[in-house]
């Protein structure tokens, strides 16, 4: 069994918690991490246009290509040393979503956490990029909440129906 727990700054524990939870002791588990493109783009992108191009050595898109690949090291070391079972670590450099659901082409799970308004239950308590990953996912998906769930009162009313009218 392959199960990918994909890895994000802020709600990775209960990720983890969830494969140590979940995935059994035989699993091939992977850890990856994704570094959006538009980061290091935005910042080549903001230099090229203010400064031209007579510099690549000051271009900060090269610095921040090397802060992002530090960072997610880092997480994934964390996350792993967390994870306290074999594993494998995988990052990616793109665009977030798309790179998630490439990455699970073929696993048997993925163990995302919500990361939108968590105040709620309902869709609104998935990002953008996450509710893309659910959406597009080849494999089953095991969705956890990063802390305790809101109560089910939480839950938005229905939207009022119109008057039924008999003939």
Known sequence: MRVIVWIV??????CID???SHAPHDADVVLLHVTGHDVPGAAHGAY??????????RDPGTRVE??????????????AERLARPCTREE????????VVAAVEGADLLILAR???????????????????????PCPVLLVWPE??????????????????HP
């Open 48 to 57: 090229a246009g203010l400064l031209g191009r007579g510099h690549p050595e």
């Open 66 to 79: 090397d802060l992002a690949r530090t960072s997610a090291e880092a997480l994934l070391r964390t996350a």
């Open 92 to 99: 990616r450099l793109g665009r977030v979503e798309r790179e």
């Open 148 to 165: 305790p769930a809101p109560g089910i009162a939480t839950i938005p009313p229905p939207p009022p129906r119109p008057p039924h009218h």
């Open 18 to 20: 969830a494969a140590r």
């Open 115 to 137: 990361d939108g308004d968590r105040t709620h239950l309902g869709p609104r308590s998935l990002a953008p990029a996450s509710r893309f990953v659910v959406d597009h996912a």
């Open 9 to 14: 700054e802020g709600t990775w524990p209960a």
